[in-house]
Each structure stands twice: as structure tokens, then as C-alpha cells.
């Protein structure tokens, strides 16, 4: 077992920005608001979650023993290639760890597409897009499975009814296609991978208690967006641990957790299936 409050981390590994353009850029990253967020229905933070920072440690601890971090329930990375698709890699990593969070396992884990969502948040195929409105998608009409899944290449693709590539960044992971390509009937199964409930995290205090209570914090910051794991100390410094959609785990200081508040939210619930094997 890890001990979360004692780490050591690389230099290469702390507050990384993008070296090109990954969608996430200024422009659009000033919608991302909390007041945003609350009108797309997100609640505000709950008093119950909240932790005393000099709690946090012994939360992390027993985070480290029961194995109830949202890095526990992350089934995979994901890799977004070229694309400017980094907002829907952030996005989909939440709902899939909420998913496995809710059903307390991963074996029934379902890996989602981030085009699914991206080609309607920008048809133009490159540009970015921002975190509220590929929430907003998300919410409304749900995210369609991609065709690879923990069994292996296509095993989705015969699961499920309608399935698309993951993204458009890699050519061993599809083509782009706009939503006007989606297999005939998509949002019969989209509907069933839909965020329910959403916090909206109005400070950086905030994002360290949710993923301390096991929930996954997913926010834009500094042209880049990302999905956040696990906390963790760093020569006695906070460290926020996240799954970057480039195969790899990264770390944010506290600085730049309090750079990404505002565009930042915690899905806690997804639809609940009637049956988890075979939810769509």
C-alpha cells in the first residue's frame, strides 16, 4: 500500500502546460464559470463534504487502506492524440469513474467515446472546445461507447447497439465524424452514459475534499483539461494527481488547482442501469 502523504515527485511531472494547442484555449475558457455551471443545473458544493484541512491527511490515509480513491475506480487512460478534444477526455474519464464508483467495481466498466460528445461541441473538428458546454452535452443527451473496451479491440462494438471511435487524434483509433455520420438510433444508447448529479467547485479546497470522499475533479486550466484522481503530498506540499489524456499521470501544486476553480466540476452519479452487464 502507497502512502499518499509521502511522495516524490519528478519535476517533469508538476504543473505541466501544453507545448501545442490540445482545445482548451483562452477564448474559450472564459465561459467556464461557476455561475456557468450552476445554470446548467450542477449543485453547489454540500456542507456534508466538506473536510477540515487539518483532516485531510488521515481522509488520504484511509483513501490509501480501503483503496477509495477515483484513481481506484479509473479503468483506463486515455490518448487524445492530435486532437483538440481535451475537454471530452477530461470529461469522459469522470463519468467513467463515477460509473465504476457506483457499482463499487470495474467489472462492468465501460469505456466512452470523447468524439461522441466533441463533434457536436465543435463540428469544425479542430479549435477546442470548453468545459461547461461538453458538460452541458454530456447532461442533456448522454455519451455514446466507443468500439474498444477492457476486453479488448471492437468488444463494445458488438455489446452495444451504436458505438463510435474514441477520437480523431490517432489513426489506430478512427476517422473524424460529425454528428451527421453517428450510426442511426445513437441517442437510444447515448442516453444510458449520462452525468446525473454534478457539483460545481467554487474554490480549491473544495476540489481536495471531493477527491478525498473518492469523487473525480475534472477542470481546465492553463490551455489544457484534465481529470484529477487522487491528492497527495509532495515534501509536506499538496499535489493534485490526474490522468492526463496522453497515457500518463501528471501533478498540479496548489497553484494551479486555485487556476482551474471556475472551470471545474465532480460528476458523483451517473444513470443507474437496470442492468449493469448489459446497461444499453
Known sequence: MSDSTNVSI???????????????????AANDTVEAFRGLGARDFPDHLWIEPRDWKDHARENDRNGTWP??????????????????????QNIEIA??????????????????????????????????????????RGVLPEYDGPGGPGTQKTKFRHTLNQTAGRSDSGPWVPVSGFPSGWKETAAAFAP?????????????????????VSNGRSGHSICHVQIVWDGGQIRSK????YNVHRFDSERMIRSGVGGAFAVVTTKVPDNWQQPA
Do not use: M
Request: aromatic content about 10%; overall charge negative.
Open 71 to 92: 484513481e481506484n475506480y479509473r479503468s483506463r487512460f486515455t490518448h487524445q492524440g492530435n486532437s483538440h478534444e481535451c475537454t471530452c477526455h477530461a470529461l469522459i
Open 196 to 216: 446525473d448529479e454534478v457539483i460545481n467547485v467554487s474554490s480549491w479546497e473544495e476540489h481536495v475534499c471531493l477527491l478525498l470522499h473518492g469523487y473525480a
Open 10 to 28: 519528478p519535476a517533469d511531472q508538476l504543473d505541466q502546460t501544453p507545448l501545442t494547442d490540445t482545445g482548451y484555449p483562452d477564448a474559450l
Open 99 to 140: 460509473w465504476n464508483r457506483q457499482r463499487q467495481s470495474l467489472s462492468d466498466a465501460v469505456w466512452l467515446s470523447p468524439l461522441s460528445v466533441y463533434a457536436e461541441a465543435n463540428p469544425r473538428k479542430w479549435g477546442g472546445s470548453y468545459c461547461q458546454k461538453v458538460l452541458g452535452i454530456a447532461i442533456e
Open 242 to 245: 490526474y490522468s492526463d489524456s
